[in-house]
T-cell receptor
Framework: QQQVKQSPQSLIVQKGGISIINCAYE??????FPWYQQFPGKGPALLIA?????SEKKEGRFTISFNKSAKQFSLHIMDSQPGDSATYFC?????????????FGKGTKLSVIP | DTGVSQDPRHKITKRGQNVTFRCDPI?????LYWYRQTLGQGPEFLTY????????KSRLLSDRFSAERPKGSFSTLEIQRTEQGDSAMYLC??????????????????FGPGTRLTVL
C-alpha cells in the first residue's frame, strides 16, 4: 500500500509570509504530483501539479519543488494571503491494472493571519 | 458550468436505509473515480471506471457499496443498509485519459463538490 506522508499538519503564517508544505512518497509508477486546495464544505480543487521532466514548477505565487532521489516534493506559497487559508493536500498516483487512483496525504490546514 | 457535478450535496439518512448518489463528470472525460473523505483526512480511493467498465475497487468498498456507469457518462454510487461509519463526504472525480497501454502518464483528476452523507 503506497503511502504519502505530509507535514506539517497545521500551519499559521502571517500575511505576506511564505508557506511551505512538504510531502514524501514511497513508490509510484508515474511521476506526477498534484497539489489540491480544499475549502470547508467544498471538493478539492487542483492547484498545481508537476511531472518528472522538471524539478520545479511555478504558477503565480505557487511553486512545487520535486526531489526524485529523496522521493520528496513540496509546495511553497509566496506572499501568503488570508484567502489562501484552506486545507492543502498532496497526492501521488498508484498505477494499478488500468487505474490511476491518487493516494493523498492527510492534509495541511493553513491559516494566514492579517 | 462545465465542471464535475454531484447530487445531492447533502444527504441525511437513518441507519439501515439505502442511499444513492449521482456524479456527472466533465463531458469528454472517459475516466471517473469515487473517493471517500472523512473529517481531517485526505480523500481515499473507492473505485474507478474507464468508460462504462469498472476496472478497480478498493478494499474499502464493502459489498454494501455498488457503483455503476451504465453508458460511460454519469455514475451512481449506492450504499445499502447504511451504517454510522458510512458518514463521510463522497467525492467524484473525472479525467481524460489515453487508451490503456498507450501512455505511461497519469492524467489530471478534477473533483466535484462532493455529497456529504450523515447516517443517524
Amino acid at each position: 500500500q503506497q503511502q504519502v506522508k505530509q507535514s506539517p499538519q497545521s500551519l499559521i503564517v502571517q500575511k505576506g509570509g511564505i508557506s511551505i508544505i512538504n510531502c514524501a512518497y514511497e513508490n509510484t509508477a508515474f511521476d506526477y504530483f498534484p497539489w489540491y486546495q480544499q475549502f470547508p464544505g467544498k471538493g478539492p480543487a487542483l492547484l498545481i501539479a508537476i511531472r518528472p521532466d522538471v524539478s520545479e514548477k511555478k504558477e503565480g505565487r505557487f511553486t512545487i519543488s520535486f526531489n526524485k532521489s529523496a522521493k520528496q516534493f513540496s509546495l511553497h506559497i509566496m506572499d501568503s494571503q488570508p484567502g489562501d487559508s484552506a486545507t492543502y493536500f498532496c497526492a501521488a498516483p498508484r498505477a494499478g491494472a488500468g487505474s490511476y487512483q491518487l493516494t493523498f496525504g492527510k492534509g495541511t490546514k493553513l491559516s494566514v493571519i492579517p | 458550468d462545465t465542471g464535475v457535478s454531484q447530487d445531492p450535496r447533502h444527504k441525511i439518512t437513518k441507519r439501515g436505509q439505502n442511499v444513492t448518489f449521482r456524479c456527472d463528470p466533465i463531458s469528454e472525460h472517459n475516466r471517473l473515480y469515487w473517493y471517500r473523505q472523512t473529517l481531517g483526512q485526505g480523500p481515499e480511493f473507492l473505485t474507478y471506471f474507464q468508460n462504462e467498465a469498472q476496472l478497480e475497487k478498493s478494499r474499502l468498498l464493502s459489498d454494501r457499496f455498488s457503483a455503476e456507469r451504465p453508458k460511460g457518462s454519469f455514475s451512481t454510487l449506492e450504499i445499502q443498509r447504511t451504517e454510522q461509519g458510512d458518514s463521510a463526504m463522497y467525492l467524484c472525480a473525472s479525467s481524460l485519459g489515453s487508451l490503456r497501454g498507450t501512455s505511461g502518464r497519469a492524467d489530471t483528476q478534477y473533483f466535484g463538490p462532493g455529497t456529504r452523507l450523515t447516517v443517524l
